[in-house]
Nanobody
Framework: QVQLVESGGGLVQAGGSLKLSCTASGSIFSNDHMGWYSQAPGKPRELVAGITRGGSTNYADSVKGRFTISRDNAKNTVVLQMSNLQPEDTAVYYC???????????????WGQGTQVTVSS
């Protein structure tokens, strides 16, 4: 059983910063990719930032230069540092991870429960 537990989020004024953290626990053989997605009301879930086990990163154009993703492979943790937040960043943010539970299993994507980020103008 794999679980992703998120922390962080909340309410912040425009221009402020927040940090989101997510830790994967349970039966984990390998942790191939971790990332953060956002979903605003009435909109589809979208990738915000992703990071591979080797540290390669990718970002949505809208957050480049403002958000930074990092991970600790030993702790199966991924962190999203968000700076210069804007009202349009308001959304529920979900942690995601592509994991192999055992040596012979196929990779599978797991999701956290989501954490609300609200940016006031």
């Amino acid at each position: 059983q794999v679980q992703l537990v998120e922390s962080g989020g909340g309410l912040v004024q425009a221009g402020g910063s927040l940090k989101l953290s997510c830790t994967a626990s349970g039966s984990i053989f390998s942790n191939d990719h971790m990332g953060w997605y956002s979903q605003a009301p009435g909109k589809p879930r979208e990738l915000v930032a992703g990071i591979t086990r080797g540290g390669s990163t990718n970002y949505a154009d809208s957050v480049k230069g403002r958000f930074t993703i990092s991970r600790d492979n030993a702790k199966n943790t991924v962190v999203l540092q968000m700076s210069n937040l804007q009202p349009e960043d308001t959304a529920v943010y979900y942690c995601a991870a592509v994991l192999r539970a055992t040596v012979g299993s196929n990779p599978r994507q797991y999701w956290g429960q989501g954490t609300q980020v609200t940016v006031s103008s």
